[in-house]
């Protein structure tokens, strides 16, 4: 898993920075369909910018899709 390129991404979120944040969640996702922290930070970023419940209930799907042995997504 690389985690650094959500990790930096969460930075960004906590900066003020959706734009840049969401480019760089969506950038590791593409690298790692199967990290969850990256996909639940999207998560939480998407609802924090105003993003509907179907929004977040599909991102929340699909990393329990990828994950389904993680309990975090659930």
């Known amino acids: 898993m690389c985690a ?3 990790r ?3 930075l960004d979120a906590l900066d003020k ?3 840049v944040a969401q480019k760089r ?3 590791s996702i593409r690298a ?3 990290n969850v922290f990256a996909r639940m930070a999207l998560a939480q970023l998407r609802a924090s910018a105003g993003a509907g419940p179907d929004e977040i209930k599909l991102i929340l799907t699909e990393a329990i899709k990828t994950s389904p042995g993680d309990a ?3």
């Open 25 to 27: 969640f969506d950038a």
């Open 4 to 6: 650094a390129p959500a």
């Open 8 to 10: 930096r991404a969460a």
């Open 17 to 19: 920075k959706p734009a």
């Open 72 to 74: 975090a997504p659930r």
């Open 32 to 34: 790692d369909p199967r």
